[in-house]
């Protein structure tokens, strides 16, 4: 299969995009939550549990139990749905040796960072996963993990992916009960979980958020012509008619970034001052300029 530079160079900052998410998120792992023996959902959750029990290296844990989850998804979703993700397990299980490597001290114990400030601790780890996430997931990357059970459950059975997540989550912080027989630290858990699904929520849908834009003018033209050359965006020309006056009126429509909408305020002011303009927000909006439209 041939790829054009487009697609090429798309696949490239995706690739790119998702191995900063994973070192953010490796290095909030490892150094905030590891430490003050905070368990987070997820995969990695379970891999910290077995840490905590045994002193079973996180990394070891979560690629193996990940190469079990993959061959299934293999044969039940298909490879091209495993791509990225299996890229993504083998950087996040190098980075997680990695760090651990980096700020151990010469036992081999590593070290807490803000001292006895557990709930700062919690606080900074769950700010890096989230932030390194949304970043992942912005890529169209997976880490693995829960996200393959989902998947699979989510094929058979009619029930959200984000409700699958959430029990497993719910499920893996609770167990860290057994091992550590503290409720605080359960409780720093779903604190962390809380404040991690908070960042990405917020970060992705900022991320992703557009303005769409009603521009009424009699110099649509101008208008047309000044976003489309200067600004790179399209525009859409829809008949209308004034109720009152009874006279057909042509009205704009613009889809464009957020970060767009005062450059777009200031060419129509520019050309004519006395339009009328409407502005909504959107969220998801796919196609050429915007996020590429995904079926899995």
Known sequence: ??????????????????????????????????????????????AAIIFYASGFPVQYTYFIINLILLIAAIKILGFKFCIKTIVAIVALTFELGFFQEVIA??????????????FMACILGSICEGFGLAIVFLSNGSTGGTDIIAAIINKYKDITLGRI?????????????????????????????????????????SARQSVQFLIFSNKHEEIAEAICKQLDRGVTILNGEGWYSKEPRKVLVVMAKRREGIEIFRLIHRIDPRAFVSQSNVVGVYGEGFDKIKVR
């Not at 994973?22 to 023996?37: D, E, R």
């Not at 001290?105 to 557990?118: E, S």
């Open 1 to 46: 299969m041939k790829y054009s530079k487009t697609e090429i160079w798309q696949e490239s900052k995706d690739y790119l995009g998702i191995f900063c998410g994973l070192t953010i998120y490796a290095i909030g792992f490892t150094c905030f939550i590891l430490p003050y023996q905070i368990t987070t959902g997820g995969l990695a959750g379970i």
């Open 105 to 118: 001290d010469a036992n081999g114990k590593l070290p807490q960072i803000v001292g006895d400030q557990i």
């Open 165 to 205: 997540l959430m029990l497993c989550d719910i499920a893996i912080i609770s167990s860290s009960y057994i091992v550590l027989h503290n409720i605080q630290i359960v409780v720093f858990g779903f604190c962390a979980l809380f404040i991690s699904m908070l960042l990405l929520d917020y970060y992705m849908n």
